[in-house]
């Protein structure tokens, strides 16, 4: 029996959306060829076109896809295809990226007739089932009964009823937990057995799971649900022997590949993750892969986070704290708690003594939230240590407490429909061109902030972009610190003047007119075969940073001038005016050649706040990622787009390098450490 398993992505110019290894379809793909041996014939995909060959040398007898918000149309599209060519065939999809609501499942499964049975959860052990009964009978029908007893999967019957669609997957049968006659290790590693050999590539991401679950209950998001509560884990070695391999087969390959990605919902809080760090700073000791470790860490336990992977090379991980929001009525709606803000100066203090970076996100449109609770959160962040934000639009996912219409009118929630960044395209599917985009839900106001306020936090988001996440206040906020001056001051008067400076106040006014095109009130408002769709689907604070940065540089400086005057006043123009010069140099062009740069500081106050001599110099990462994308975008406004968006803004600085007077404290220097190590995408 041949089947193809696939989890799709969008692509242009033979580019991938995503990048990351197809995880889930490995896993199934795994497991099935353990189980069924020769009795199998499985293939792995995640380009259209690499599918549409498999299809022209011989079609298959089983299509199983993955569903995801970034390839869920996609995903459909070729469902439709598959169905309208091969009668017979029988089609499964699965994945996280369907209603919680019945109602809403049998809709779903109506409008979508082509496909034959949808998965919940986790897909290994039901896959197995699908499979054997297909051997044995040949009949769709027969899958599709299996929905009578297996809760694990949803289809629609002869009679076109839907024959399962309530009663969530009993989460105590899930694979690994105590009582299962499966556990993660019965799951063969795609890596190590060799089917995803043919995903290593240029600029490709391997993806490594080492646990699945999370003990949180967020109602924004897809494991937020009671059926994820337990955590449980592959082994330990298994994981070190796949982080070698990979790291092995980059390395004698000579593929440029830098990054590994983690797909653990909190990586680094398991006293076991110290033993998956070290075998990480193994794998970077032997082959200088990776050199960066993409993940979501731990939501708490931050002691053990920075503990676990202090033990990596320095610049390899950046801690992501999910923070999320710090208004307690919104916290308690979301169903989450944050450690709090106070913990944070010493856990900051913890990581600049180890050379770490912390990132947060911060979601707009939660309920209960204000534009005023939502400033805040974000200047005690701020002054807390946070060196970069994550501002999320909150997205109304299916499969999500959010999504029910009862929470919706419970907050007041609206939203509107956009395209998901480069999740768009025309795709030859099976010898028909079809025009295909990805659409994602979200809040744009609620009964607390007003559809305004939604737009006056998002001009805040951009401006954090410009001058706090590109790491261009660095060395301002070591200065303002030296006066007892809190950092967010800086960022506060910023938000303050801009409807001063004409030109960025319209600058910020075009942003809010952009991204406010590219929302849709329904679904049935947007024409997928717009010509313009393309245009209308670039990530807009991405955008509009571009344009600030490499058409406006002269604005940024003038603005920072400006501002820095006011709150320092004209006694100390001589320090600003050298200040401002040092931050020129060190803002990046991608179209100059970048070297290091060495600045000999004149003033006596920015000595001893900063030292004598300053070096920059550009990072591994940002030399890497300038010769990946320089190869992959052939035109300027390709490059200068995809630049900020590949690059990140942490990346649009040089880094710095101090040599330190005699009189600078230490810690002032280890303090200024953690500006030259390089975050992980």
């Not at 033993?275 to 002691?303: F, H, L, M, W």
């Not at 856990?347 to 400033?375: C, R, V, W, Y």
């Not at 058409?551 to 004209?570: R, W």
Request: glycine share 4%; charged share 25%; net charge negative.
């Amino acid at each position: 029996m041949r089947i193809y398993l696939a989890q799709l992505t969008h692509e242009r110019n033979s580019v991938f959306q995503n990048h990351c290894f197809p995880l889930a379809v490995g896993f199934i793909g795994s497991y099935l060829k353990k189980e069924f041996g020769e009795q199998v014939d499985i293939e792995l995909f995640k380009s259209t076109k690499d599918l549409n060959e498999a299809f022209a040398r011989a079609t298959p007898d089983v299509l199983m896809l993955s569903s995801y918000m970034w390839n869920y149309n996609l995903t459909l599209s070729y469902t439709e295809e598959a169905r309208a060519q091969c009668k017979d065939l029988l089609i499964i999809v699965g994945g996280p990226h369907i209603s919680l609501d019945p109602a809403e499942r049998q809709r779903f499964l109506r409008e979508h007739p082509a496909i034959d049975a949808y998965v919940l959860f986790e897909g290994e052990r039901v896959a197995k089932e699908i499979i054997t009964t297909f051997l044995n009978t040949k009949s769709r029908e027969a899958v599709k009964r299996l929905a009578v007893t297996q809760s694990a999967i949803i289809a629609v019957n002869a009679n076109e009823d839907v024959a399962k669609t309530s009663g969530d997957v009993d989460r105590f049968s899930r694979i690994g937990l105590k009582g299962s006659s499966l556990s993660l290790n019965d799951i063969p590693s795609p890596y190590l057995n060799g089917m995803f050999d043919k995903f290593f590539k240029d600029a490709e991401i391997p993806l490594i799971e080492t646990n699945r679950g999370c003990p949180f209950t967020c109602s924004f998001c897809q494991q937020g649900g009671e059926y994820y509560t337990k955590v449980v884990h592959f082994d330990v070695e298994r994981v070190r022997q796949e982080i070698m391999y990979i790291a092995d087969k980059i390395d004698k390959e000579k593929i440029d590949a830098y990054v590994l990605e983690v797909a653990d919902p909190n990586f680094g809080m398991f006293e076991r993750d110290r033993e998956i760090c070290a075998a990480i700073r193994e794998a970077q000791e032997k082959t200088g892969y990776p050199k960066y470790v993409g993940c979501s860490t731990g939501k708490n336990k931050a002691d053990v986070i920075i503990e676990n992977t202090s033990l990596l090379q320095l610049g390899t991980i950046q801690l992501r704290s999910a923070m999320q929001s710090l208004h307690t009525e919104t916290l308690d709606a979301i169903k989450r708690k944050n450690i709090k803000v106070d913990a944070y100066y010493q856990i900051q203090k913890d990581m600049d003594a180890k050379g770490l970076e912390n990132n947060t996100d911060m979601m707009l449109g939660l309920p209960l939230e204000t534009k005023s609770s939502h400033f805040k959160g974000i200047f005690d962040l701020i002054d807390a240590g946070i060196r970069e934000f994550s501002c999320v639009q909150t997205i109304v996912l299916p499969g999500i407490e959010m999504e029910l219409k009862s929470y919706k009118e419970k907050y007041g929630i609206k939203t509107k429909y956009r395209f998901i960044p480069e999740g768009i395209g025309q795709y030859n599917i099976l010898g028909k061109e079809k025009n295909v985009a990805e659409i994602e839900e979200i809040i744009v106001q609620t009964n607390t902030m007003s559809y305004e306020d939604y737009f006056e936090c998002r001009k805040l988001h951009l401006l954090l972009m410009i001058f706090h996440n590109t790491r261009l206040l660095s060395t301002v906020y070591k200065y303002l610190e030296d006066l007892n001056i809190k950092k967010s001051e800086i960022v506060k008067r910023l938000y303050e003047y801009y409807p001063q400076n004409q030109t960025l106040k319209s600058l910020l006014e075009v942003f809010k007119q952009d991204t406010e095109s590219e929302l849709f009130n329904q679904l049935s408002d947007i024409n997928f075969d717009s010509p313009n769709n393309e245009a209308v689907s670039y990530n807009k604070i991405f955008k509009h940073l571009s344009i600030v940065w490499f058409e406006h540089k002269d604005i940024i400086l003038e603005t920072l001038t400006t501002v820095l005057l006011d709150i320092l006043g004209p006694e100390n123009a001589s320090e600003i005016d050298e200040l401002v010069e040092i931050i020129r140099i060190g803002m990046v062009d991608p179209f100059q050649y970048l070297e290091r740069r060495v600045i000999q500081i004149q003033s006596k106050k920015l000595q001893r706040v900063l030292s004598s001599q300053l070096e920059y110099y550009p990072s591994d990462r940002q030399l890497t990622t300038i010769r990946i994308i320089n190869n992959l975008y052939k035109t300027p406004e390709d490059r200068i787009n995809k630049m900020v968006y590949k690059l990140r803004p942490v990346n649009l600085m040089l880094k710095i390098s101090l040599t330190k007077s005699e009189e600078s404290s230490n810690s002032m220097a280890t303090s200024m450490a953690t500006e030259t190590s390089e975050a992980a995408y």
